[in-house]
C-alpha cells in the first residue's frame, strides 16, 4: 500500500523544558531539522485549504494557532507536512490520518491531547535552555501560561510510524497498537513519563521487528519489559525503579550496544548469570547507581566500558571479569571493595583494561593482581596505609597514579616500590600522613602532587634525577626554610611550577631550578624577601606572596606555633 510506503514521520511535539535540560539529555537529535519543514510560505493559499490555514503547493499545511478545537477533517490528501500547534485539539483521529498518505511530519505542540481533555496543573517556567527550541518552534510556548500534557499514548497510531517521540509528558500508559504492528519504526522516545509495569501492554512492540532505539529513562518501571524488539542497539532504561530483569529479557538482543540501567533499585538476586550473556554486541552497559553486591555474573566479552559504580559491591570473584576480553574502562568508584575482596586473579589476560577506578572504597591496601597494562590508576579516597615493594611490580605501563587522601606514612612507602614504573607521568600522593619526602619516586615523572601531608624536611637526594618534572605541588605542609635541603632542587631542570604555599616558610627558598616560571608562597611566614631571592630563577613569570586567611590556615593559626 502506498501509506505503507509514505514516510510518515510523527512527531508529537509536547516538550517541556526538561528535555534538554539538566540530566534529561536523552536524543533529541532528530529535532534538529523539524522546523525547516513547518515553514510553510505564507503568501499561497491553495484552493482546498482549511479555513484559517496557510496551505504551500508543495503540501505544507499550517493551521498553528488559530483556535482549532478539532483535528480539520477536511485537509488536502497532498499535505506532507502539517502544523497543528498551539491550538485546543483533544483528540486525533486516526482515519484522518491515515487518509493523509503524504504526510511526514506533524506538529502537535500545545494542544490538549489529554485523556478525555483532562487538564494538567499548569506548569513549568520556560527556562533560558528552551528560548532555543522555541525558536526552533518546536516547544511548547506558554502561549497562555498554561501547558498540557499527555497523559495517556493514542491507542493507535498510523503503521507508516518511523520515530515517536513521546518524552517528557505524563503517560501512564500505551496501548497494544501505540506501538505494536509498526514494521518502519525505528526509534521510541518515551523518557521522562510516568510509565510503570502495569501501564505498558504485554507486547508493546508486536510485530514492530526494526526497532533500534528505545529510550524509557526517567518512568517508573520495576521490571525491565519483556518482548524487547531484536533490532535494539540503544537501550536506555536508567532513572527507574526496577529491580528485576525476568529471565532472558535481553536474550534477543544480540545487536544491543549501549543498556543503560543506572539509578535503579537492581541487586544480584534481581538477575542470573546468563542475563548479559547473550549480548554479544553490547559495548556499553552502564549499571551504576544500582544496588548491587558484586559484580555480576556472565557479562558479555566485547564490553568496553563497565560502569559498576555507586554500588555496593564487596567483592571480585576470580571469574567475573576475565572473559570481558575487550574491557577498557572499569569503573568501580563508591563501593565497599577491601583488598582482601578482590581475587588476584580477577583481572588475568585483561589486555585493554587501561582505565580502573577504584576510589571511594575500603581498600586497605594496593590490591595485588593489578592489570598489567593499566595506564590510569584512581585509588584515591581508601585507607591504604603503605605501599610495598611489589605493589606496583607488574604494571609497568602505568602513567597515572593517584593515592591521595589514604593513610600512608613515609616509613611505609618502600623505596622501590616505584621502581617499575617509568612510564609514570602524574602521581598524587596528597592528604596521607607523609612526614618526609620519600625516597625513590619515578624519575619520570612530570607532575608530583604531596599537598595536604604533615611534610617538614626534603632531603637531601629525594628530587634526585628528576629532570621531567614540571609541577611539583608541596602546599599545605610543615615545611620550614631550613628543614628543606639546599640541593634539593638541584636536578630539577624542567620544574616550572612550585607550590609551597601553607607551609612554615620564613624566607625564599634559594637555590630554585632555573627553568622555574611560577612559584606560590602565599599564607607562610615570609616577612621579607632578600634583593638576591630570584637570582637563579630567570624565567620567573608568577609570584604568589599572598596571605590569604583560608579556614586551613585558621586552623593552622589557631593550633598555635609549631
Ligand atoms: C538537517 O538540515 C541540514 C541543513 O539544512 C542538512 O544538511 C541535514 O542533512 C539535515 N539533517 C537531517 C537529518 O535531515
Ligand atoms: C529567540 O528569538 C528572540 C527574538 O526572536 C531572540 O531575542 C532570542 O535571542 C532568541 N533566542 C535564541 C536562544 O536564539
Ligand atoms: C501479536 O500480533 C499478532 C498478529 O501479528 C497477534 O496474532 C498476536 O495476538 C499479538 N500478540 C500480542 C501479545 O499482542
Ligand atoms: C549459569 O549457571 C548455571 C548453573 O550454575 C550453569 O550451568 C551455566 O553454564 C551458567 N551460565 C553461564 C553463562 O555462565
Ligand atoms: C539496598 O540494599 C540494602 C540491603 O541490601 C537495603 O537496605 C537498601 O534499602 C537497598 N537500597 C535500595 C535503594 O533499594
Ligand atoms: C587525584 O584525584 C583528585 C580527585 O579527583 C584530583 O583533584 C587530583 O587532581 C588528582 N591528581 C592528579 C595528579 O591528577
Known sequence: ERVQESLLVLWLLVFSYKMIHGHNDEDNEFLENSSELLNPDPNFLAPDCPRDCTCTQEGVVDCGGIDLKEFPIDLPESTNHLSLQNNQIEEIFPEELARLYRLETLNLQNNRLTSKGKLEKPSIRVSRATDKLCNMSLCNKPVSGHRWKLTLAPKFLPNTLISADFAANSITKIYGLTFGQKPNLRSV???????????????????????????????????????????????????????????????????????????????????????????????????????????????????????????????????????????????????????????????????????????????????????????????????????????????????????????????????????????????????????????????????????????????????????????????????????????????????????????????????????LEYLYLQNNKITMVSENAFESTPNIKGIFLRFLQTLQGLQRLLQGPM
Open 189 to 515: 522516545y518515551l523518557h521522562n513519563n510516568k510509565l510503570s509495569d502495569a501501564g505498558l501492554p504485554d507486547n508493546i512492540f508486536n510485530g514492530s521487528n526494526n526497532v533500534e532505539i528505545l529510550i524509557m529513562s526517567s518512568n517508573f518501571l520495576k521490571y525491565v519489559p519483556k518482548n524487547l524488539p531484536p533490532a535494539l542497539y540503544k537501550l536506555h532504561l536508567k532513572n527507574n525503579k526496577l529491580e528485576k530483569i525476568p529471565k532472558g529479557a535481553f536474550n534477543e538482543l544480540v545487536g544491543l550496544r549501549e543498556l543503560y540501567l543506572q539509578n535503579n533499585y537492581l541487586t544480584n538476586e534481581g538477575m542470573d548469570n546468563e542475563t548479559f550473556w547473550k549480548l554479544s554486541s553490547l559495548e556499553y552497559l552502564d549499571l551504576s547507581s544500582n544496588n548491587l553486591s558484586q559484580i555480576p555474573s556472565g557479562l558479555p566479552r566485547n564490553i568496553v566500558l563497565l560502569h559498576l559504580e555507586k554500588n555496593a559491591i564487596k567483592t571480585i570473584g576470580r571469574d567475573v571479569l576475565i572473559q570481558i576480553r575487550n574491557l577498557e574502562y572499569l569503573l568501580l568508584h563508591n563501593n565497599k571493595l577491601k583488598a582482601r575482596g578482590i581475587h588476584p586473579l580477577a583481572f588475568q589476560g585483561l589486555k585493554k583494561l587501561h582505565t580502573v577506578h577504584l576510589y571511594n572504597n575500603m581498600l586497605e591496601r594496593i590490591p595485588s593482581g593489578l592489570p598489567r597494562r593499566v595506564k590510569t590508576l584512581m585509588i584515591l579516597h581508601n585507607q591504604i596505609s603503605e605501599i610495598n615493594r611489589n605493589d606496583f611490580a607488574t604494571t609497568y605501563l602505568l602513567e597515572e597514579l593517584n593515592l591521595s587522601y589514604n593513610k600512608i606514612t613515609s616509613p611505609h612507602i618502600h623505596r622501590e616500590a616505584f621502581r617499575k614504573l617509568r612510564l609514570l607521568k602524574s602521581l598524587d600522593l596528597s592528604g596521607n600522613n607523609l612526614h618526609t619526602l620519600p625516597f625513590g619516586f619515578p624519575k619520570n615523572l612530570q607532575i608530583l602532587k604531596l599537598k595536604e601531608n604533615d611534610i617538614s624536611t626534603i632531603p637531601r637526594r629525594a628530587l634526585a634525577g628528576m629532570t621531567k618534572l614540571q609541577e611539583l605541588y608541596l602546599n599545605n605542609n610543615k615545611l620550614k626554610v631550613n628543614s628543606i635541603h639546599r640541593a634539593a632542587w638541584q636536578e630539577l631542570s624542567s620544574l616550572q611550577l612550585l607550590d609551597m604555599g601553607g607551609n612554615q616558610l620564613i624566607s625564599i627558598p634559594s637555590d630554585l631550578p632555573g627553568s
